[in-house]
């Protein structure tokens, strides 16, 4: 799982290739072993939206009754899924003008894992609850309910395709900064050169 802490703690770090743009990705498949930032998101973004799939399709297991769900069973899901309509889109907030480069390419990537997990969250929400109200209303009707409220959202608000970080950009870019999004989502991997140069002490010394 991301950390939403920003990219200039431990670790190596990734050179963002500056000039980069959405004519740059290779396309969602083609991007998910190359071991990017994008590819790697991707790759966490197919087995988080495989999850609710497999809930759906266990869910006649876990409720028990088949029965016509009252009408209140089915009412959260309203308020939930709008909250999530409301919320996504306006997130992440607008980023500060003025940084350099690659502080603004670090703040760029750590707001976009950011806003990524939150929409997701945001939406997933209205799906899991189906789940609870399909048992209290001893349907599995609500569930699917849910699901199709839910399920959509997830796609459009967290799914990294170039569409989808294209308006992530356009939200970060929407006071005037230049967030150079593409050119850290598209950085290739640091090598094993560069990690293992990261972790050598100061100085050249061995560790003790």
Known sequence: MYSPKTPDGDGPHVAPVFGAGPGDDPGYL????????????????VFLL???VLILGITPLIVQGGENAPLWSYLPLVPAALGALAVGP??????????DPETAARTALMMFRQAVL????????????GLPLAMAGRSELVFVAGFAAGYPLLVWLALPTRGGVERLRRRLESRGAESHLWAVLLAAPPSAGDASADD?????????
């Open 30 to 45: 083609a991007s998910l072993g190359r071991g990017t930032e994008l590819g790697r998101m991707r790759v966490m973004m």
């Open 50 to 52: 495989a999850a609710p």
């Open 90 to 99: 306006r997130t992440p907030r607008a980023m500060a003008p003025g940084a």
């Open 118 to 129: 939150l929409r997701f969250a945001l939406a997933e929400g209205v799906i899991l609850m």
């Open 200 to 208: 050598a002490p100061p100085g050249g010394g061995t560790p003790g």
